[in-house]
């Protein structure tokens, strides 16, 4: 199986953790080894090579423009990569800026990476904030209910937007707590259903 695939969805959704399982079970099958890109750690690294330190949360603080060209480098740089396996790149549809909401996938991005499903992993305003407050690895903007509603709303309307700019299915998966295994089981299955020879 080869392609690309993007899996997004707002800070706090659980990816990570989803992805985690996802490549357990893609270990264990007899597909071709996939391999997980974050699209913000490719766009530090690019920072990093030009002399900026910079944390993935204070990428999201700079100006429009700069943030705009550092999302296109870093499809470069994705689209770059050989497309032999399945390429399974970790992103989010709506980055949350002081202007507002900043498409994490604009048409430009999107044409460069050719992405052939895209999924999007939701779950409840509450878990999205409880989960935020336990993980101390981030610098986390302090949201409420009501905004982190709006961030889920709009995460749906650019998956539609993406879907319908490049002719790819959007699938979307509710990873509730305790359940990322089976979110990543239905992950894997929906790939196999897109990319499966």
């Known amino acids: 199986m ?34 997980i890109i974050n699209y913000g750690s490719i766009m530090n690294s690019i ?22 060209k550092i999302q296109l480098k870093a499809a470069d740089i994705i689209a770059k990569k050989g497309r032999t396996s399945m390429i399974i790149v970790d992103t989010h549809m709506a980055i949350n800026t002081k202007a507002g909401f900043l498409p994490g996938l604009p ?8 992405p052939c499903l895209l999924v999007l992993i939701e779950t409840a305003p509450k878990d999205i904030l409880k989960r935020r407050g336990l993980d101390n690895s981030r610098d986390r903007d302090s949201q ?15 998956a539609s937007a993406c879907s319908t700019l490049i002719g790819i299915p959007v699938k979307i998966l509710k990873n509730e707590d305790g359940k990322q295994k089976e979110v990543a089981n239905d992950l894997f299955n929906s790939i196999v259903e897109q990319l499966g020879d």
Do not use: C
């Not at 707002?10 to 080894?33: H, Q, R, Y």
């Not at 100006?63 to 705009?68: V, Y």
């Not at 409420?144 to 650019?158: A, H, T, V």
């Open 47 to 68: 920072l990093k090579n030009n002399g900026k330190e910079l944390t993935r949360d204070e990428i999201r603080k700079q100006k429009m423009n700069s943030q705009k």
């Open 107 to 114: 048409y430009d991005v999107l044409k460069k990476l050719d």
């Open 2 to 35: 080869k392609g690309l695939v993007l899996v997004t969805g707002m800070p706090g959704v659980g990816k990570t953790a989803v992805l985690n399982e996802f490549e357990k079970i893609a270990k264990k099958s007899n597909v071709n080894t996939s391999i």
């Open 144 to 158: 409420s209910i009501q905004e982190i509603e709006l961030g889920l709303e709009w995460s749906r309307y650019l």
